[in-house]
């Protein structure tokens, strides 16, 4: 039957969509998750002042958010010491990704990653149509000088690197990031998502640099912020990139429970830090008990530890499904050879007793 | 110097906003508006429940919401008796006019609109690089006959049409847009945005068929269900159809708060009716105080009133600057001959009363 047809691009798409979230997973399997320690959001929760903050705005969401994002992107700015005109506000690292995309790559054009790297910024890629092409992990870190060499040759548009890397845990010192800038042409963008920044070492994080062009620095309130279900993420770039984020973004995107809320966590820094500290010992914590059963961890400057189940694959694969199926929430990256680890969030003391309970069960029956 | 490129489309936008925000505007006057009666909000808010459903989902924003919208979709599908598979969420109705044109238009294809119809449509169908065709309205309503000419004409992709129409909120009924669906062609889209449905007569809104593919229902819960903040909007459509969007969505680009907001508005149809009776009376009341004045009022099925001013507009402009130096937040349509007009949102008592008064003394000295 005649019908509207899909632009060839959209077409040619694999009905494919990169996180499956567990509450289908609950749904399929018929029961819920006891513990969610599988996306990294933060089980520590938000600032109580953002949660207030919220509770608040929750009887002024009648009202649009602002669409310039004034006060946030203001405040950003201030913390980080950039022009506002160096910030763009977006729904999540993710919408901002996709927007990243749409304005520097034309269809065909090449794009670099790393295979195994996030799949949702490679599911951006493909809906616009551009080129994917994926440079193997390197010891379980993102492979900076493989990745410089592929932009090269590929004349590639956009370079995609995660530091700290997602879904390994694993960062490079701010030096080596910045080799690999200045590795780059002029004419390729690093897009440095950023995401984990708040948990990393102090070492691992450039220092912000607007006057250069061709980088774009991703944050996001969804991790150590604890604010996953806000949807607020944001860039920070050199002014002409900020204002092309301008033209096509979705100006009345953002919801304001979720503007709101992201200022007020903004504005409490010690309880940030008091929630890195945590992060830090359930790191630790993580540790451990890979370590009591056996297995090695990753070393992490994220909000999760990847434990290394050893062999290409198979073993993590049977301790993912007994985990699931013992209603803990965790995941396991997609992709070879990191598919011998499962990922496993930062949660408190109570949460990660039941994942070791469990953990425990099943390797017993391995 | 040498940087990375925009892309060819993204590199010719203007910088153009669609909508520039009262929050903006109040920045650039140094003042706060007393009403805000220019972006067609609902300031009698949406229902307690779903307020208090917002408080309780602010305690549990450090998780993800659920990316398939699943429970909100569900309750959507039951509510308008389709299936799961014929309704998609976004980020408004703006975020799925824009996946809409991703998804359909190649750059270059032409989509037909009304001159002087939703901007915000104009913007996405522009930075997608789409040719963009406007067709005048007639009497102050979108020119059914017309758009359709031009859509055969142009072999057009889409086709957009508001009913109720923004910002003259004059409607047709639901017979007419029939004849228009009829009228095109199977391969040109029909994305009828029904943002002012639920305030419109019954018989303005066509019974949704699902099986045709070419049309496409928008609906959202800023306007009469009261959380513009919330950013949810819904589409339906034929299955087909909805698969696109789940190719080209960002998945987790949904807030928590509200999605359940959402919910929680949705299962309150008591409130909502109880809400459109009010914004019924309020129509009559702008009309009455636009009467006063010696100024026609726009018969309207939306949730504002157009008040005619006259002439060709400078009129118009007068009246706007006025009540916007009075701390009346009002838009003005931006394309003539409606620019003749004021648009004015539904308020309580209290806000038209401010209104009113600013209109007096604004009318006195013009």
Redesign the interface.
Known sequence: ??????????AA???????V?P??QE?KQGYSFRV?LG?N??????SPKA?AA??A????????????N?DLRSAIAAHHNVALSNVVVG??I??LL?LTV?????PGDAIITSDGAYP?FNFHVV?HGAALIKVPFVDDREDLIGLATSARKHNA??VYVSNPNNPMGTWWPASEIAKLHAAL?????LVLDEAYADTAPTNAIPELDVTS??IIRYRTF?KAY??????IGYAIADE??I??F???R?????????QV?ALAALFDQAYLRGVVQEISAAREAITAIAQKHNLSAIPSAANFVAIDCGGRGQKAEQVLSGLLEAGVFVRRPGVAPLNRCIRVSCGRGEDLAIFEQALTSVLAVL
Chains 1, 2 share one sequence.
């Open positions: 039957m005649a019908r509207p047809k899909f632009t060839d691009i959209v798409l694999p009905d494919f969509v990169p996180f979230g509450e289908a749904r969610r996306a959001e933060s089980v520590f929760g938000p949660i919220m509770e705005a929750a009887h002024e969401n009648w009202k649009y958010a602002d669409p310039d004034f729904e999540g993710d919408g996709g749409r304005m520097f790559a034309a949702t809906s548009r956009i042409p002029a004419q390729t963008l062009a061709n969804s604890g604010l996953a279900g806000a949807r002409k990139t204002a092309g301008e033209r096509v979705n100006h009345y995107g953002i919801n304001r429970v979720g809320g």
